[in-house]
């Protein structure tokens, strides 16, 4: 089935690292995407891992892949203020005539200064 | 730029009335996504476009929603009788050809109130 789940909210303080954790069902993906929305805005592309890899890093974040356990995590190291948003984690729907993005709920990350 | 342009961003109407929106994908991407979102969720697949076909629709899409993409470049949404329920925030995307990550780069969206 097509489902991906993710934590509701997530609170850190200016400065500390922010884990965002996600679980996907679709086995057959080949690549997972994290997304940023900040208020009233469209989704803004942060990373995107291969299912191949067990790692990405690029600059403050860290994407953390288990294929086993289909679990997909985004460390964001130094969280400022500016990264206050909602955290969507998708897959690409392996099937069909499209590679549809299938997405979670998303993640409200609140950012204490 | 170079971005995904949707207009209009904010759209309110009564319900049973019709609406289109129009998407303006990045020059160059010969794929175009439209996704809905409701508050609090994630979004949603509606309908893909690769140049002017419509090679997928999702069952969300109802007899009252129709999508075109007539010259392969910018497409409309149009939603007929619209209905409370149709309140959402509609998403389009864009994504180039040949590119193995397909990555879909989103516009800022039309956001629909039906009173």
């Given at each position: 089935?097509?489902d991906?789940?993710q934590s509701?909210?997530?609170s850190?303080?200016?400065?500390?690292?922010?884990?965002?954790?996600?679980?996907?069902?679709d086995?057959?993906?080949t690549?997972l995407y994290?997304?940023?929305q900040?208020?009233g805005?469209?989704?803004?592309?942060?990373?995107?891992i291969f299912s191949n890899?067990d790692?990405?890093?690029?600059?403050?974040?860290?994407v953390l892949l288990?294929k086993k356990?289909?679990?997909?995590?985004?460390?964001?190291a130094?969280?400022?203020?500016?990264?206050s948003?909602?955290?969507?984690?998708?897959?690409?729907f392996?099937?069909?005539?499209t590679n549809?993005?299938?997405?979670?709920t998303g993640?409200l990350?609140?950012?204490q200064? | 730029?170079?971005?995904?342009?949707?207009?209009?961003?904010?759209?309110i109407t009564k319900?049973?009335q019709?609406?289109t929106?129009r998407?303006d994908?990045?020059s160059e991407?010969?794929?175009?996504?439209?996704y809905?979102?409701?508050l609090?969720q994630g979004?949603?697949?509606l309908?893909y476009?690769?140049n002017?076909?419509?090679l997928?629709?999702?069952r969300?899409?109802?007899?009252r929603?129709?999508?075109?993409?007539?010259k392969?470049s910018?497409?409309?949404l149009?939603?007929?009788?619209?209905e409370?329920?149709d309140s959402?925030m509609?998403?389009?995307?864009?994504s180039?050809p040949e590119s193995?990550q397909?990555?879909q780069y989103?516009?800022p969206?039309t956001?629909?109130l039906v009173?």
């Open positions: 089935g097509e991906v789940e509701l909210f997530l850190v303080r200016e400065g500390d690292s922010s884990v965002i954790n996600c679980t996907y069902t086995s057959s993906s690549y994290w997304y940023k900040e208020p805005a469209g989704l803004q592309l942060l990373t995107y890899m790692m990405k890093q690029d600059q403050r974040l860290t288990n356990d289909k679990h997909l995590s985004l460390r964001i130094d969280t400022q203020t500016g990264d948003a909602i955290y969507f984690c998708a897959e690409r392996h099937g069909g005539a549809k993005l299938i997405f979670g993640t990350l609140a950012v200064p | 730029d170079t971005g995904v342009s949707q207009n209009p961003r904010h759209k319900r049973g019709n609406v929106f998407c994908p990045i991407h010969n794929r175009l996504y439209w809905r979102q409701t609090g979004p949603e697949f309908t476009f690769q002017e076909a419509q997928e629709k999702s969300l899409l109802s007899d929603f129709s999508a075109e993409r007539p392969g910018f497409s409309t149009e939603i007929q009788r619209t409370q329920g959402a509609y998403l389009c995307a864009s180039p193995r397909e990555t989103f516009g969206g956001r629909l009173l």
